[in-house]
């Protein structure tokens, strides 16, 4: 893959039925010659079937209280957690800001990270740069 081609990257949300359709799109978009990077948990890395066109890149999900450790996605907890998880993975951010930062991709796909348009307004991103993408529309 031509590193000076198009860089786009996905954060979807933490659940096998937004990160699925984030993969199908990545994979999408990488045949078309576009560099994609999907970061996500390496648990789900490891359940998520895809050729390898894309890079994925490992989100370290903090511990938050309330949750068992080492929980770093939806379907390892039940429904009335999720909330504690989005807090977990508001914890990551600084993550993502070294990511936008170091790599700066032109373009990024979220759907429940409210916080990465703030990302973009830092100058670490090209504007418009970001969009949100609920799972279920792509």
């Not at 993502?96 to 703030?118: R, S």
């Amino acid at each position: 893959m031509d590193p000076s081609s198009f860089h786009i990257a996905m954060f979807p949300w933490f659940a096998m039925g937004h990160m699925t359709p984030y993969v199908h799109l990545s994979n999408e978009l990488a045949s078309r010659g576009h560099r994609v990077t999907i970061l996500v948990p390496k648990k789900a890395q490891d359940q998520l079937q895809h050729p390898n066109l894309i890079i994925f890149r490992p989100v370290l999900v903090p511990h938050f209280e309330g949750l068992p450790e080492g929980t770093e996605t939806a379907s390892e907890i039940p429904l009335s957690a999720n909330g504690l998880l989005a807090a977990a993975v508001d914890k990551t951010r600084k993550q993502l800001e070294e990511y936008m930062q170091a790599h700066k991709p032109d373009m990024v796909f979220y759907d429940t990270a409210c916080w990465i348009p703030e990302i973009a307004r830092t100058g670490t991103l090209p504007r418009p740069s970001c969009f949100a993408a609920p799972s279920p529309g792509l």
